[in-house]
T-cell receptor
Framework: AQKITQTQPGMFVQEKEAVTLDCTYD???????LFWYKQPSSGEMIFLIY??????QNATEGRYSLNFQKARKSANLVISASQLGDSAMYFC??????????????FGTGTRLLVSP | DVKVTQSSRYLVKRTGEKVFLECVQD?????MFWYRQDPGLGLRLIYF???????EKGDIPEGYSVSREKKERFSLILESASTNQTSMYLC?????????????FGPGTRLTVT
């Protein structure tokens, strides 16, 4: 079963508009973390934002905010005032604990965002 | 400035060749990771290491091995490359026990096996 689901393979948005990228997750661990990464065409993965499962407030970082709805197991990324440079692949990921206690990240399949002028 | 580097951005190898992908980080991180990225599949963990000479299998370790002889360097080895190993390979590192476990990624190596 998918642990991280990103149902939007591609999204289009006009410059200066807001866009929401969906992410749902599945875990039975009460302690977990959710991440969003951006991958431009150059290939490097850029960390955007993090939300801990016990955090009371939704995380925000500049134009990025994470709409965390714990009961629905969703962690959508909201980008406000889109810019042309926001065109990229976006990945949602969840921190998962192994039986060894070691923690690793599980990634979704990604959403390609295209921002048009 | 945080830095993870990978030995090559693009690599073309023949079927059956032994392939080494090198990753170096300068952040004194304990944990290092190798992922492969394929369209529609996202990033999948191949192997990870939480200390020198320590390694653990990820979700898709078949056909790969790793080596970590020094803290800053983590190598991915394809013993006998096959065409189904054509992919983008990403290396990452993180601190052990960091509160939110951010991983820092290298620029990736696009490997083509012909």
């Amino acid at each position: 079963a998918q642990k991280i689901t990103q149902t939007q393979p591609g999204m289009f948005v006009q410059e200066k508009e807001a866009v929401t990228l969906d992410c749902t997750y599945d875990t039975s661990d009460p302690s977990y973390g959710l991440f969003w990464y951006k991958q431009p065409s150059s290939g490097e993965m850029i960390f955007l934002i993090y939300q801990g499962s016990y955090d009371q407030q939704n995380a925000t970082e500049g134009r990025y905010s994470l709409n965390f709805q714990k009961a629905r197991k969703s962690a959508n990324l909201v980008i406000s005032a889109s810019q042309l440079g926001d065109s990229a692949m976006y990945f949602c990921a969840m921190r998962e604990k192994e039986w060894t206690g070691f923690q690793k990240l599980v990634f979704g399949t990604g959403t390609r965002l295209l921002v048009s002028p | 400035d945080v830095k993870v580097t990978q030995s090559s951005r693009y690599l073309v190898k023949r079927t059956g060749e032994k392939v080494f992908l090198e990753c170096v980080q300068d952040m004194d991180h304990e944990n290092m990771f190798w992922y492969r990225q394929d369209p529609g599949l996202g990033l999948r963990l191949i192997y990870f290491s939480y200390d020198v000479k320590m390694k653990e299998k990820g979700d898709i370790p078949e056909g790969y091995s790793v080596s970590r002889e020094k803290k800053e360097r983590f190598s991915l080895i394809l013993e006998s490359a096959s065409t189904n190993q054509t992919s983008m390979y990403l290396c990452a590192s993180s601190l052990r026990g960091a509160s939110f476990y951010e991983q820092y990624f290298g620029p990736g190596t696009r490997l083509t096996v012909t």
